[in-house]
């Protein structure tokens, strides 16, 4: 059973790290990717109780980009 669409952005750079923010049902929260490792760090929430699954989806999502050598401006999971 699916869960939606998560609508993944991107909102900034700094220091080697590329920052997301994903928003789901009402939710949202965000992220960085490390351009050199695609290590994830600084997870953020709006909301404490936000679902795994869709920042699973998110981190998933962004972590396929970068292994093409991509990380685009916007991004969508539909699970």
Known sequence: MGYGT???RRVGEHGGKV???FHHE???GTFFIDTNTGEFSGWSFAEHDVEARP???AQHKVKKAW???ELPDRLSWQG
């Open 19 to 21: 920052a997301y923010a």
């Open 67 to 69: 292994e093409s050598g």
């Open 26 to 28: 009402g939710r949202a």
């Open 55 to 57: 920042a699973a989806a």
């Open 6 to 8: 998560v609508d993944i």
